[in-house]
């Protein structure tokens, strides 16, 4: 394990050294580390540092978006979207209501553009894993 350590460490200051070279910066307060690992407790978490300052190993991070959670089982992720898409479908229950609501394309339209778009985004990442988590 400490031989990935050191080629990590050695893969984080060469982007450190890019970013110096070519006008960018890394924040070290605002990096954190994932150990991605489907088996618990056999390996140790990594020392990473970004000029002398440790990078703090967190269970999960959000990436463009999705959450990425350390055995890949994206249920942060899932759980956030479905909460987001059910408080979008209780907006489209609102505006379907029989008397004055909005008729059947345009309420289409609505789920396609509000909660369609967000379950797509990202779909490749945790595609099959969502469908037991989004059913119940």
Not at 30 to 36: E, G, I, L, N, T
Not at 37 to 49: Q, S, W
Not at 63 to 83: A, E, M, N, S, V
């Amino acid at each position: 394990m400490r031989l990935i350590e050191r080629q990590l460490q050695t893969a984080v200051n060469n982007v450190v050294k890019w970013c110096d070279t070519n006008g960018h910066s890394i924040s070290p307060s605002k990096s954190c580390c994932v150990h991605f690992c489907r088996k618990r407790g056999i390996h140790p978490d990594p020392e990473i540092r970004i000029r002398d300052i440790q990078i703090p190993v967190v269970p999960d991070v959000r990436f463009l978006g999705i959450i990425f959670d350390r055995r890949l089982t994206f249920l942060p992720h899932i759980l956030q979207l479905r909460k987001r898409c059910e408080k979008s479908l209780n907006l489209l229950k609102v505006l379907s209501n029989t008397s004055w609501g909005a008729d059947r394309t345009s309420l289409l339209r609505v789920y396609q553009a509000i909660v369609l778009s967000r379950i797509d985004y990202g779909c490749v990442a945790y595609g099959r894993r969502a469908t037991l988590l989004l059913k119940t």
